[in-house]
């Protein structure tokens, strides 16, 4: 529940508020982070489970690092959530 909450907030930041500098710690604290810890739990308890969920970690790693290289190419916003004005 926590890592789709995890997933829902990053998605909401990165593709509809378009905030790119904020969408890079949450992210990888987010989502990357979730993931990782659930596969290494699963993998102490059964092997199998660990196997299945690696994959997931291994496609968080390529978002996590898309995310962060748009952010690069994109003026590198501040890290964190800025108040947008409307004009």
Request: proline share 6%; net charge neutral; hydrophobic share 55%.
């Amino acid at each position: 529940m926590v890592h789709l909450a995890l997933g829902d907030t990053w998605n909401t930041i990165f593709t509809v508020e378009r905030r790119l500098g904020a969408a890079v710690p949450v992210v990888i604290f987010g989502p990357w982070l979730s993931s990782v810890i659930v596969t290494i739990i699963y993998w102490q308890i059964n092997q199998v489970a660990g196997m299945i969920l690696a994959p997931s970690c291994v496609w968080l790693t390529v978002a996590s690092l898309l995310v962060f290289r748009i952010w690069q190419l994109n003026g590198k916003e501040p890290l964190y959530p800025l108040e947008l004005t409307v004009t």
